[in-house]
T-cell receptor, first 114, second 117 residues
Framework: RKEVEQDPGPFNVPEGATVAFNCTYS??????FFWYRQDCRKEPKLLMS?????NEDGRFTAQLNRASQYISLLIRDSKLSDSATYLC???????????????WGLGTSLAVNP | EAQVTQNPRYLITVTGKKLTVTCSQN?????MSWYRQDPGLGLRQIYY???????DKGDVPEGYKVSRKEKRNFPLILESPSPNQTSLYFC????????????????FGPGTRLTVL
C-alpha cells in the first residue's frame, strides 16, 4: 500500500457543482496535513492546512478523519478557475522515528466545465 | 517580493555534461528542498536541507549532489547527466517551526525543465 494515495481523476464537473477529494494515508502516526494546488506546468502552491477540527476558507473545506486515516477537500460552487491538480501532503515520522518526512500524493485532477 | 528563484528555467543538454541548477530564496527560510516531477510519479524529493551545511538524501538522490553553504542558496548539481534525469525540477523552501522535525508551508520556485539528450 502506498503511503499516501489519491484518486487521480480526472474529475469533470460543471460550474457551480460541489466536488470532494479524498487522500488516504497509511501511517497512523502522521501529524500534519496539507492541500496544495498545482496548475498545469506551474509550481505547487499551498491551498490550505488541514486541522484536526476541520477548517474552512471561503468555498473550500478541509477535514481530517484520523480513525479512517484520510483527509478530504470539499470545493463548493466550483469556478472555472478551480481547474487544477490538487495534491495532498502528509507529514509522517521516518522509520527511525526521530525525524519527519513530507510525503506527497500524486494529485487529483479537476476540470470545471462551463 | 518574497520568492524562490531557479535558473535556468529551461535547459537542453547532452549526456555527461555537468550542469548546475541554482536555487535562491529571500525569505530567510531554514528548510530547502529539491524535487523532480514526472508524469505518473508525482513529486519526488531528491535532497533537502534543514539549515546551512546540513543536507540529507530524499527518495531519489542518485545522480545528484547539493550543497548549502549559505542560507539563501541551494544549488542542484548533476555531475554526469543521463536521459533518465530528463524531468521538471522544483526547488522549495520553508520555515521550520517547533524544532528541526517540523515543517510549515513550502514555497516553490517556478521550475526548471531539463532535457538530457
Amino acid at each position: 500500500r502506498k503511503e499516501v494515495e489519491q484518486d487521480p481523476g480526472p474529475f469533470n464537473v460543471p460550474e457551480g457543482a460541489t466536488v470532494a477529494f479524498n487522500c488516504t494515508y497509511s501511517n497512523s502516526a502522521s501529524q500534519s496535513f496539507f492541500w496544495y494546488r498545482q496548475d498545469c506546468r506551474k509550481e505547487p502552491k499551498l491551498l490550505m492546512s488541514v486541522y484536526s477540527s476541520g477548517n474552512e476558507d471561503g468555498r473550500f473545506t478541509a477535514q481530517l478523519n484520523r480513525a479512517s486515516q484520510y483527509i478530504s477537500l470539499l470545493i463548493r460552487d466550483s469556478k472555472l478557475s478551480d481547474s487544477a491538480t490538487y495534491l495532498c501532503v502528509v507529514i509522517s515520522p521516518t522509520n527511525a522515528g526521530n525525524n519527519r518526512k513530507l510525503i506527497w500524493g500524486l494529485g487529483t485532477s479537476l476540470a470545471v466545465n462551463p | 517580493e518574497a520568492q524562490v528563484t531557479q535558473n535556468p528555467r529551461y535547459l537542453i543538454t547532452v549526456t555527461g555534461k555537468k550542469l548546475t541548477v541554482t536555487c535562491s530564496q529571500n525569505m530567510n527560510h531554514e528548510y530547502m528542498s529539491w524535487y523532480r516531477q514526472d508524469p505518473g510519479l508525482g513529486l519526488r524529493q531528491i535532497y533537502y536541507s534543514m539549515n546551512v551545511e546540513v543536507t540529507d538524501k530524499g527518495d531519489v538522490p542518485e545522480g545528484y549532489k547539493v550543497s548549502r553553504k549559505e542560507k539563501r542558496n541551494f544549488p542542484l548539481i548533476l555531475e554526469s547527466p543521463s536521459p533518465n534525469q530528463t524531468s521538471l525540477y522544483f526547488c522549495a523552501s520553508g520555515r521550520v517551526a517547533g524544532g528541526p522535525s517540523s515543517y510549515n508551508e513550502q514555497f516553490f520556485g517556478p521550475g526548471t525543465r531539463l532535457t538530457v539528450l
